[in-house]
DNA sequence: CATCTGACGACCG
DNA sequence: GCGGTCGCCAGAT
């Protein structure tokens, strides 16, 4: 399991909408599950584009710490995202990835 | 090699 | 709902 997978799945969380740690372990069956997903996102190379606020624990907890904990908070605000105290709606914000890193493979036409 | 830590998560009181 | 514990794994020391 490369990081590279992680950031790519991230990439792909549509503006608004936030998904956890957890989710992404599962999608892409990254062995440690959801702890290594964090541990690859503290260590996320910035300037990439990679949406890592939309990131969150699971039921929508908002667990980084500071200083990053408020930027996310800006930032999720910024695109629509309300969030009443250290928790998202997840019911509403919610996004599942429900399918797997997009691998670069040829797809396979049968 | 032994230990500790951490942007997690499930459980339990 | 809150805080503590434990299992998990990768890096750092």
């Given at each position: 399991?490369?990081?590279?997978?992680?950031?790519?799945?991230?990439?792909?969380i549509?503006?608004?909408?936030?998904?956890?740690?957890?989710?992404?372990?599962?999608?892409?069956?990254?062995?440690?599950?959801?702890?290594?997903?964090?541990?690859a996102?503290a260590?996320?190379?910035?300037?990439?584009?990679?949406?890592?606020h939309?990131?969150?624990?699971?039921?929508?907890?908002?667990?980084?710490?500071?200083?990053?904990?408020?930027?996310?908070?800006?930032?999720?605000?910024?695109?629509?995202?309300?969030?009443?105290?250290?928790?998202?709606?997840?019911?509403?914000?919610?996004?599942?990835?429900?399918?797997?890193?997009?691998t670069?493979?040829?797809p396979?036409?049968?």
């Amino acid at each position: 399991m490369a990081w590279n997978e992680i950031y790519r799945l991230v990439k792909r969380i549509p503006r608004g909408r936030v998904t956890t740690y957890g989710e992404i372990a599962r999608a892409l069956r990254v062995r440690g599950g959801a702890r290594v997903v964090g541990y690859a996102m503290a260590g996320c190379p910035n300037g990439q584009g990679i949406p890592w606020h939309r990131v969150v624990g699971a039921g929508g907890r908002l667990i980084i710490r500071e200083p990053y904990g408020s930027l996310q908070r800006r930032m999720l605000g910024g695109e629509g995202v309300d969030i009443p105290g250290t928790r998202i709606n997840y019911k509403r914000y919610g996004w599942s990835p429900s399918r797997k890193a997009p691998t670069k493979k040829k797809p396979r036409r049968h």
